[in-house]
């Protein structure tokens, strides 16, 4: 996925609440905001519901430095 679209969806998720911000410096590091409500639990129950092919993502980061 491009970087702008990319930028726009987590800016999607992060005003539903459904992710947090850490900004270190140039960067921002998102995760998963929890504890989650009943209707954001609803939701994501819903998604994982459909058959979709969702690459697994890595928990954390890396520095590579």
């Known amino acids: 996925m491009i970087q702008s679209r990319t930028s726009r969806h987590l800016k999607i ?3 539903a609440r459904f992710l947090k911000v850490d900004r270190k410096g ?5 995760s998963i905001r929890f504890p989650l409500d009943i209707f954001r639990q609803n939701i994501l129950e819903e ?3 459909l058959e ?5 993502l890595n928990k ?6």
């Not at 140039?26 to 998102?30: L, N, Q, S, V």
């Not at 954390?60 to 430095?65: A, R």
């Open 26 to 30: 140039r960067w921002a590091y998102y």
């Open 60 to 65: 954390g980061y890396k520095n590579d430095k």
């Open 52 to 56: 979709l092919d969702i690459p697994k």
């Open 13 to 15: 998720l992060k005003e």
């Open 47 to 49: 998604i994982s519901c």
